[in-house]
């Protein structure tokens, strides 16, 4: 069902919210810098710990994986509503952020991608172990 796991995704879009306009104070601009791509941050790594903690439902990860599916559009909608040509002209500060935030992201792929190693390694060694099972017993 896909009201399923809303919960999750609305507290991190709060939580992705909140630091980004603390970020954005911290960085003297009235806006929420990255609000959105740092909920989606939050809600990588919270279905992650909760699946390995078993304490997510199939039900809340189906909601999840159809909410998480419908972010990108979203997140296309609010950035073609954003002023680029405004950005540029507020000066150094907007094309700093910009650039960090994209070395930001380049730098969380090694961890997002080690995260998805360690999953296929314990099914491959699951089933591997699964096999040998299998052999003995025959």
Not at 5 to 31: K, N, P, R
Not at 102 to 110: D, I, R
Request: glycine share 12%.
């Amino acid at each position: 069902m896909v009201i399923y796991g809303v919960t999750l995704l609305a507290l991190c879009m709060l939580a992705g919210a909140f630091i980004g306009d603390l970020l954005g104070a911290l960085l003297g601009i009235e806006a929420n810098v990255g609000g959105v791509g740092i909920a989606m941050l939050v809600l990588v790594l919270a279905v992650d710990h909760l699946k390995k903690k078993k304490k997510l439902t199939v039900k809340s990860q189906e909601g999840v994986a159809f909410w998480s599916a419908m972010y990108i559009p979203i997140v296309i909608a609010m950035a073609s509503q954003q002023n680029v040509f405004g950005a540029i002209d507020g000066g150094p500060l907007a094309i700093l952020a910009g650039v960090a935030a994209v070395f930001v992201s380049w730098a969380l792929v090694p961890l997002l991608s080690k995260i998805g190693k360690e999953k296929q390694n314990t099914i491959t060694d699951e089933l591997i172990g699964g096999s040998d099972h299998v052999r003995d017993a025959k």
